[in-house]
């Protein structure tokens, strides 16, 4: 490697500098480059001092440079090069790269250097196109989840006709038979809602708000007591309990914990279900809902969260959904910046944790 | 009261059966007129327009209008707006009846005159329930605009 040019602060500042630079005199010469910029084309120093800029511009751009080159001391700002323009560079191996370039003027007394500093955008390019991708597939989710809603409602319907208008010709076997679609049509539309949800929420903002969790709590047990007055569960609600959360989705996380707290202590006499809060290090909120139903066997604790699984067949626990209300909460959760996780034991209870507003984020 | 017709506007035919089945079966006897897209259905609204099969008979004014979005040719918004200025049809009853909960949809049929907004149940027993629900509120509950409005100059 050659010795860098005669002033050393200036040298070591532009071996600071985290992009490629190369500076160019009013001929287009090169007259210096740095560390990165060898790296970036792969040529070494001696190989560009004193050679037209020209060298690094791919083949494609290269006849018009020297007039862009020649125009730019006219009015010499530093602002980026080639606005709106898709700019690539030139490797020693003839090979380009995508590339970001802002130019500025340096006066050194012994006239106007033009400094590049050049940046690979591969990578940004790259998660640029990994984004678009995903947002197509969500796109495309979304519209297949809704397009089969027409020929479920469909089946639920001609089944729901045929046992309405001929269940006497059926027979009880063939009644059960057409129930059982329409059961089943429901559980898919489940299953539809939810990938529906979850290609929605990852492009959905969030609104956050203040919510006190507590009285939202409140409100769904209120419901869920209606829906089957018979059953006594002791509730026991911590308030309050503010947070900064999207209220309509932070709901549907409550609704599912507390749902799945009401329907797995069905079979408990003194059931009780507890909603509060626990300290916690790394977040401003931590809540749990707390029940002392059927419980789980922890080594699942890591599919409890994952879509489609179930713990519980639906043999012993008919009201169990499609296996998404969890996911959906851990979904709603880390897009919240949170996290979910559960304690239980099998016939021991089960506590469901997340966590809301990190505190490094606030 | 039967003598008021229902425009449905509806491209799938399984919707079709299950909605003329729902009114049926809610004792909801009137005449139901299908039309099967956006053109079809302006046909209908402005006949002796367009490329419409029109006979230069006066406007039909339904008395209810349920109106799906997704349909061919001519879609359910467009049918909307172009109803809503028109002095003929402004006034019309139009509940949007549509499988999309698209935040978008429901907003921009609103802002295009829609006087109401379902979402088509996937369930059996609640798609019945929502059809007889629309043809009990705006067939029999709900007032109707009196038919000398537009002699009046009112909009």
């Given at each position: 490697m050659l010795t860098p040019p005669s002033d050393g602060m200036f040298a070591a500042l532009l071996e600071a500098v985290p992009d490629a630079m190369v500076c160019t005199a009013a001929d287009g010469r090169v007259v210096l480059v740095n560390a990165q910029a060898e790296r970036l084309f792969g040529y070494e120093r001696a190989e560009l001092?004193?050679?037209?800029?020209?060298?690094?511009?791919p083949d494609t751009a290269r006849a018009e440079h020297p007039s862009h080159l020649a125009m730019y001391p006219a009015d010499p700002q530093h602002r980026p090069m080639g606005a709106g323009l898709a700019l690539a560079g030139r490797r020693r191996d003839a090979s380009t790269f995508p590339a970001e370039i802002s130019l500025s003027a340096i006066d050194t007394g012994e006239g106007i250097l033009v400094a590049a500093a050049i940046r690979d955008v591969t990578a940004q390019l790259q998660t640029k196109d990994l984004e678009r991708a995903s947002e197509s597939q969500e796109r495309f989710i979304y519209a297949v989840s809704h397009d089969l809603r027409a020929p479920l409602r469909a089946l639920s319907g001609y089944s729901g006709v045929l046992l309405e208008d001929y269940g006497g010709v059926l027979g009880e076997e063939g009644r059960s038979y057409a129930e059982r679609i329409v059961a089943v049509s429901e559980q898919m539309r489940d299953l539809l809602d939810y990938l529906m949800q979850v290609s929605h929420l990852s492009r959905a903002e969030l609104h956050l708000e203040s919510v006190d969790l507590s009285a939202e709590a409140a409100r769904i047990v209120e419901e869920i007591q209606r829906r089957e007055p018979d059953r006594r569960v002791r509730f026991t609600i911590q308030q309050p309990v503010p947070a900064r959360a999207d209220s309509g989705l932070i709901r549907t996380v409550l609704e599912n914990l507390l749902d799945n707290a009401w329907k797995f202590t069905s079979r408990q006499d003194d059931a009780s279900i507890e909603f509060g809060t626990a300290p916690n290090e790394d977040a401003a909120v931590c809540c749990y809902v707390r029940d002392n139903g059927v419980g789980f066997d922890p080594a699942y604790e890591g599919k409890?969260?994952?879509?489609?699984?179930?713990?519980?067949?639906a043999r012993d626990f008919?009201?169990?959904?499609?296996?998404t209300g969890l996911a959906s909460v851990r979904q709603i959760v880390e897009l919240h910046g949170g996290r979910v996780w559960a304690e239980g034991a099998v016939g021991a209870g089960a506590t469901f944790y997340f966590t809301l507003d990190e505190k490094e984020s606030t | 009261m039967t003598s008021r017709t229902i425009l449905l506007v509806e491209d799938n035919p399984d919707d079709e059966a299950l909605t003329l089945r729902a009114f049926d079966k809610s004792n909801i006897h009137n005449k139901v007129v299908v039309k099967r897209d956006g053109a079809e259905a302006l046909a209908y609204l402005f006949?002796?327009?367009?490329?419409?099969?029109?006979?230069?008979?006066d406007a039909p004014t339904p008395a209810l209008i349920l109106l799906d979005l997704n349909l061919p040719k001519v879609g359910g918004l467009e049918v909307l707006r172009r109803m809503r200025a028109d002095e003929r049809t402004q006034m019309i009853p139009v509940v949007v009846l549509t499988s999309s909960k698209l935040e978008e949809d429901v907003l921009v049929s609103y802002r295009n005159g829609a006087n109401a907004y379902v979402r088509k149940p996937v369930k059996f027993s609640e798609f019945t329930e929502a059809v007889k629900a629309l043809g009990v509120f705006w067939l029999l509950l709900n007032e109707p605009v009196p038919s000398v409005a537009p002699k009046l100059g009112l909009r």
């Open positions: 001092i004193g050679q037209r800029v020209e060298m690094l511009v409890l969260f994952q879509p489609f699984q179930r713990l519980h067949a008919p009201a169990t959904g499609t296996g | 006949p002796g327009e367009g490329e419409g099969e029109g006979d230069g008979d």
